[in-house]
T-cell receptor
């Protein structure tokens, strides 16, 4: 267990509503990531963080924002959910360096109806 | 940019069969290469990795060799078990200032029958 907790684990929401997913780590790692998993696409990076208040966009960032006000928490917000954002969302943390390795949370299954 | 291509699935095998899942990559520089496994209802777990050319990663009977000349990192196992049924992802990290961002292949579903 890499000490990563995602919440909620499942959510159904309506189109147009804002949604926030939370990732909490107990490892004190600097680097955190949000990926989405869709059939035929593998996992794609949405946003990442390289420190408190330091974040940047990934490959599929449109419609998403993130915040990291403390080391242990990384929040992903869907500002106005759309059906195309129905997906499984994974948070990851990473040790970056000579022995880079990422650890993943259990995932959040989000359905936008 | 960076990309990873995995063989199309799903792959269905009988127990004790030989497994190969092909993975090729495109990247600038010298990436680190990974295989992750996702069991039903769970997150991804690192299966094995290799950080430089000709390195062989191995774990739980699975192996993959970093082949720079063919830009490949094929996953192999000599005798699969029912418990190996899962989704397998090939991935890379571009070394240097990549902030540890992973680029994934599309995943290959493996089902092993008794």
């Amino acid at each position: 267990d890499a000490g990563i907790t995602q919440s909620p684990r499942h959510k159904v929401t309506e189109t147009g509503t804002p949604v926030t997913l939370r990732c909490h780590q107990t490892e004190n790692h600097r680097y955190m990531y949000w990926y989405r998993q869709d059939p035929g696409h593998g996992l794609r990076l949405i946003h990442y963080s390289y420190g408190v208040k330091d974040t940047d966009k990934g490959e599929v960032s449109d419609g998403y924002s993130v915040s990291r006000s403390k080391t242990e928490d990384f929040l992903l917000t869907l500002e106005s959910a759309t059906s195309s954002q129905t997906s499984v969302y994974f948070c990851a943390i990473s040790v970056v360096g000579a022995n880079t390795e990422a650890f993943f949370g259990q995932g959040t299954r989000l359905t936008v109806v | 940019g960076n990309s990873v291509t995995q063989m199309e699935g799903p792959v269905t095998l009988s127990e004790e069969a030989f497994l190969t899942i092909n993975c090729t990559y495109t990247a600038t520089g010298y990436p680190s290469l990974f295989w992750y496994v996702q069991y039903p209802g769970e997150g991804l777990q690192l299966l094995l990795k290799a950080t430089k050319a000709d390195d062989k990663g191995s774990n739980k009977g699975f192996e993959a060799t970093y082949r720079k000349e063919t830009t490949s990192f094929h996953l192999e196992k000599g005798s699969v078990q029912v418990s190996d049924s899962a989704v397998y992802f090939c991935a890379l990290i571009r070394n240097g200032t990549s902030y540890g961002k992973l680029t994934f292949g599309q995943g290959t579903i493996l089902t092993v029958h008794p």
